[in-house]
């Protein structure tokens, strides 16, 4: 995505409890002279803020051009993550327009290429073993954190049914009480100018 200098963009990311968030990016700067994006200049970087659904920081750091950071949730809901760089007074590009490449891994644990090619095969197997379990552990996770917003999500659509009924029958009480007052209050007047 593209964003002016000193611009906060921010994402929102649904994250399940006790997940690890891993997120790679990379500046690029707009060269007026070569009228295209170019690598990011010295001193310029990212200042990197997290937020839990509660409002809590979780991670506030200035990261440099490239960089990577990662956190682990210790709440289920929407994580908020604001990326804003920072301008230094030796930047001299005031005012420019900054791409910025994001990629947020959720719940993911990276293969070691090291050991995968490893020469002793009992090592790689149990290592992509570990690795799967891991995955399935992640996956289990994600599905219990989806039951539990699918019963929040059913809980609320009950109540608003439950409320939707009584309102029914409250407009419906009103109406025949208006209906009553308004037959009472005609046939006493019919009687008063004695017209019945």
């Not at 059913?154 to 209906?179: C, D, F, H, M, P």
Request: hydrophobic share 35%; glycine share 6%.
């Amino acid at each position: 995505f593209h964003s002016g200098e000193r611009e906060e963009k921010c994402i929102i990311e649904d994250v399940p409890r006790d997940t690890l968030v891993i997120g790679n990016y990379k500046v690029q700067r707009w060269d007026i002279h070569k009228q295209d994006f170019l690598e990011s200049a010295p001193g310029l970087g990212m200042f990197v803020t997290v937020t839990t659904p509660s409002a809590e920081v979780l991670l506030s750091k200035l990261y440099g051009p490239k960089g990577t950071f990662s956190f682990t949730s210790y709440l289920s809901g929407e994580h908020i993550i604001c990326l804003q760089s920072n301008s230094t007074r030796f930047v001299a590009f005031s005012g420019s327009k900054l791409r910025i490449h994001l990629d947020i891994r959720v719940g993911e644990h990276f293969l070691d290429e090291s050991v995968v090619q490893a020469k002793d095969k009992v090592n790689e197997v149990n290592f992509r073993l570990e690795h799967l379990i891991e995955q399935i552990h992640h996956i289990s996770k994600e599905q219990n954190y989806e039951r539990e917003r699918e019963e929040k999500f059913r809980k609320t659509s009950e109540e608003t049914n439950s409320n939707i009924l009584w309102w029914a029958i409250v407009q419906t009480l009103i109406l025949i009480s208006i209906g009553v007052w308004q037959i009472k209050s005609l046939r006493d007047f019919f009687i008063s100018k004695k017209l019945v």
